[in-house]
């Protein structure tokens, strides 16, 4: 005869109980009633599907189908109103009775509201369930004001998902620090610099008196009287655990359902773990101790009773792309014999604390640079005595052994703290399966596809035990707007955003940088094909006027002179330009061209109309130039029309824009007079074929081009060159070479996406190609029509008569 | 402190793109007006660090980014906003009436020449 098992919590804490109990032998008929109507989800990832970056589907633990394959009834959306403790059953809201052997109680915690008059307003919102998500998302849109009571974990990533769905975000926070439970005066102030530096307004210490609206909220009203605008008001003032089923029932309950080691209750049927259970005076609301005491529960209740839970240092990490936060075990550095250690660099964001007593690690608290969490938490969990760390404490030496940190973790450590895996089921499951990939860990683990945090972990994990570890790049572009390209990129088509401002309004932190201003510009004129709102202030000064700016602030000037061959005409020319403007510098450049040095700005519309030659577009990331031999036409080995082949591809992608600065040659033997292949794209010419070659470099690296196709025909290889261009403009990152990118990919990937990709495909690079050629062109035309009526002209003052004002 | 502040006339603000920053020579100062959100700011136009036209310079916020060598000056205290870099530009007082700029030429700002000594 089963024994009848009934758990009350349909989220982590009770389902990963069960999954620990199913692989233990037991002889249970599993019920689960979850008044929620969802699967089990992972409730720690709500933040990422509010930011847009998981889908609802994607955060399920435990499809139907698990439920199916274990054998276990899933009452869902059900809420067990009262236990029977006499009969042993439970009792739903319905009135339905269902009896148990055992209980287990995993009702886990719900949001706290406070007691503020207007808080039942339409608008107003917790953030604590998939439905709670789902409603938020419903409202959230572009511009909209939101306000966000609570500036603690949830609140922050509440705030940030909002503000990456385009909405105006307040964070207001009722104590003087954000996150205060785990952070210091001096963290949260790092913390508040770096959530406002992301375009979040933060407002403390800012008591919330009332909601105000008619019906609808909208706005805030203060204790100090002030008031503050919002459409939509989102509660994540902190969580209270659901012990009232067990409190009812005459259980043993404080602030939680209180346990003893074993995760037993005062009745000897009933157990309880999660947010909902009390453990030597404390609850927990963080996912490692709850899943620990699943295990824990698991043994006992398997009649293996004597895994102890002993409780758990806090530790918690906030979920925000670019912002590092990192804190664990005590912060009160008021307790006798604490002491602190401390560093801080107010330009890199970086402030770290750790707090000491009898040289073991009591606490640590981590912003801007969280690379040293496993150490820290290792030694506050060994209690390490750290006498001899002390002078590096600060910055413990990396390990020069890569595998080491992850070697002298022991098998049970947690590695993901979201989905309870631990270092031996790694370790396992790489072993058992042969994973190679973080993507085929993930797969099988689980590990790592929650917050992510974990994911440095597993990448050493699987390099120290796989021979044949497969890194994958996914490299953020930068802190202002901190997403990968691929993301970007999904990001701009998918949002339709045109300009820059519109990126780093929705998704970065409205100001941007040096580094992401050009890098979006590029991004958007690739993925529109020209078609967007071009920005200049978001360009290099180069890219303003068009010329290359030198150490004296002068310019030069490199006019276009396609293939390298030119004309007395143009050389007459540009010796007047040389002599009328007096150029301190005439000089041949490695690409077969002329350069003059030493223009200033005001005079090189000027300049351009003289030479009368349009842009070389030497100063930018863009299509420079092809350098060629002189081909069958003259030459006695030649055997293809290099001459003129390279004037032909110079025309095809001339004006046009690149990741990094694109060149290339075309040569008309294997002889290689003109270098195509050191080139970023090269044609080698050889008798009765070209050669078409890509990724060779001979800058700050060497590198000899891959081969991409041998073609019979000059318009077979215009054509396998076009493909690599395009090619290379959608898929590589912002200052990627060609060398880089030829490499990161693999020459295989990039002939199956290319020459040998169907012709569907090819024609739809080419398309795109050729729109992007439609709008491109002469940038030096600006000297004729310039965008502002300064772009060139040196501002002269009005008068020089300065006028007197008193001031105030 | 100055009583009395001199402003001159520099040009009309249609002449400084937004974001943007455009030097002007007044007699022997050479000046980058800066264009931000609805209000401008003037700093002196040399990177103390190699002389870069500070003007020429990508704004990020309230600073710019030197287009020669990367260094960063806040635009509102001239301070350089790296500490392992420490240096500053001179910013002057910058108003606009009836949509003409005016700069105090001198207004440099002390704090900016104190913290270079």
């Known amino acids: 005869m089963k024994q009848q098992l009934v758990v009350v919590g349909n989220g982590m804490a009770g389902v990963s109980c069960v999954e620990q109990i199913l692989k233990q032998p037991h002889n249970f008929d599993i019920t689960i009633f979850g008044d929620e109507t969802h699967v089990n989800y992972n409730r720690i990832l709500l933040s990422l599907v509010l930011a847009g970056e998981k889908s609802a589907e994607e955060i399920v633990i435990n499809d139907i189908d698990w439920y199916q394959t274990n054998g276990i009834r899933a009452r869902l959306g059900v809420k067990i109103a009262s236990i029977d403790r006499d009969k042993k059953v439970v009792i739903d809201e319905n009135g339905g009775v269902t009896e148990y052997d055992k209980l287990i109680l995993a009702t886990g915690s719900s949001a706290f509201i406070p007691p503020i008059p207007g808080v039942d307003k339409k608008n107003v919102h917790v953030f604590r369930t998939l439905d709670d998500t789902r409603a938020l998302l419903e409202i959230a849109q572009p511009g909209l004001k939101v306000a966000v009571i609570g500036g603690g974990l949830l609140g922050l990533e509440a705030a940030r998902g909002l503000q990456v769905r385009g909405c105006e975000v307040t964070v207001v926070h009722l104590m003087e620090t954000l996150m205060e439970r785990q952070l210091d005066a001096t963290g949260g102030d790092y913390l508040k610099r770096k959530i406002e530096s992301l375009g979040i307004r933060v407002m403390l210490p800012q008591q919330t008196a009332a909601l105000f609206g008619n019906g609808r909220v909208d706005g805030l009203r203060f204790a100090s009287g002030e008031e503050l605008e919002a459409d939509l008001v989102v509660i994540a003032a902190g969580i209270r655990p659901n012990a009232e089923l067990g409190r009812q029932a005459g259980l043993e309950a404080r602030r939680g359902i209180v346990v003893n080691d074993y995760m037993e209750t005062s009745d000897p049927h009933i157990y309880s773990v999660g947010e909902c259970t009390e453990h030597r005076g404390q609850t927990f609301g963080l996912v490692a101790p709850l899943f620990e005491q699943g295990r824990v529960l698991a043994s006992t209740i398997t009649g293996n009773r004597g895994t102890a839970f002993t409780g758990a240092s806090p530790a918690a990490k906030l979920k925000i792309m670019g912002v590092d936060i990192f804190s664990a075990g005590s912060i009160d550095e008021s307790l006798p014999g604490v002491e602190t250690v401390r560093y801080e660099d107010p330009s890199l964001g970086v402030y770290k604390k750790l707090l000491l007593k009898d040289n073991q690690l009591l606490g640590v608290i981590l912003v801007g640079d969280i690379e040293d969490e496993h150490t820290y938490m290792d030694w506050m969990r060994s209690g390490t005595d750290l006498t001899p760390h002390r002078r590096q404490i600060l910055f413990p030496p990396r390990e020069a052994d890569p595998g080491l940190e992850v070697a002298a973790m022991p098998d049970s450590d947690t590695i993901c703290g979201c989905n309870g895996v631990r270092k031996g089921d790694i370790v396992q499951a790489i072993h058992a399966h042969g994973i190679s990939t973080l993507a085929g860990l993930k797969e099988r683990t689980r590990a790592s596809t929650s917050c992510g945090t974990c994911t440095g972990l597993c990448e050493k994990l699987l390099r120290a035990v796989t021979p044949d570890f497969q890194e994958e790049t996914r490299t953020t572009l930068c802190s202002c707007v901190p997403f990968s390209y691929e993301q970007l990129r999904d990001m701009i088509r998918g949002q339709k955003l045109k300009s820059v401002e519109e990126v780093l309004n929705i998704y970065g932190n409205r100001k941007g940088c040096e580094v992401c201003k050009p890098a979006l510009s590029y991004l958007l004129d690739m993925v529109w094909c020209g078609d967007h709102e071009e920005d200049r202030s978001a360009r290099f000064i180069n890219d303003r006027v068009h010329a290359n700016i030198q150490k004296d602030g002068t310019f030069s000037v490199i006019p276009r002179m396609r293939g390298g061959v030119t004309t007395p005409d143009e050389l007459r020319r540009i010796a007047d330009v040389a002599d009328k403007y007096r150029v301190p510098m005439v000089k041949v450049t490695g690409s077969q061209r002329i350069d003059l040095l030493g223009i200033k700005k005001a005079d090189l519309p000027k300049v351009w109309a003289d030479l009368g030659m349009p842009s070389g577009q030497a100063y930018t990331k863009g299509v420079r130039m092809v350098k060629t031999c002189v081909g069958t036409e003259f030459c006695r080995f030649g055997v293809q029309d290099s001459t003129r082949a390279g004037i032909e591809l110079e025309r095809r992608l001339e004006n046009l824009f690149t990741p990094h600065k694109f060149k290339m040659g075309v040569v008309g033997c294997p002889r290689n007079c003109a270098e195509a292949t050191v080139k970023d794209l090269g044609l080698v010419g050889q008798d009765g074929s070209w050669q078409v070659v890509v990724g060779g470099a001979a800058g700050k690296s060497v590198r000899k081009a891959d081969l991409l196709i041998t073609v019979e025909t000059t318009e077979q290889a215009m054509e396998a060159s076009d493909l690599f261009f395009q090619y290379y403009r959608e898929n590589a990152n912002y200052l990627e070479r060609s060398y880089d990118f030829v490499e990161r990919l693999g020459i295989e990937k990039i002939r199956k996406e290319t020459v040998y990709a169907t012709e569907a495909d090819k024609q739809k690079l080419l398309d795109r190609l050729a729109r992007s050629k439609a709008l491109a062109k002469d940038a030096w035309l600006e000297g004729e029509a310039p965008v502002s009526p300064t772009q060139f002209v040196q501002i002269q003052p009005i008068q020089n008569q300065p006028r007197e004002v008193q001031t105030a | ?117």
């Open chain 2, 1 to 117: 402190m100055n009583d009395v502040r001199e402003w001159t006339p520099i040009t009309k603000v249609e002449n400084i793109p937004s974001r943007e920053g455009r030097a002007v020579t007044v007699g022997a100062a050479e000046i980058a007006i800066f264009h931000l959100e609805n209000r401008y700011l003037t700093i002196e136009n040399k990177c103390p660090h190699r002389g870069g036209p500070l003007c020429d310079g990508i704004v990020s916020g309230t600073t710019v980014v030197c287009p020669l060598h990367g260094r960063r000056f806040d635009l509102e205290s001239g301070m350089a906003v790296r500490a392992s870099e420490p240096s500053c530009v001179a910013t002057f007082p910058t108003r606009v009436e009836d949509g003409i700029i005016f700069v105090d030429l001198g207004g440099a700002c002390q704090v900016a020449e104190e913290t270079a000594a």
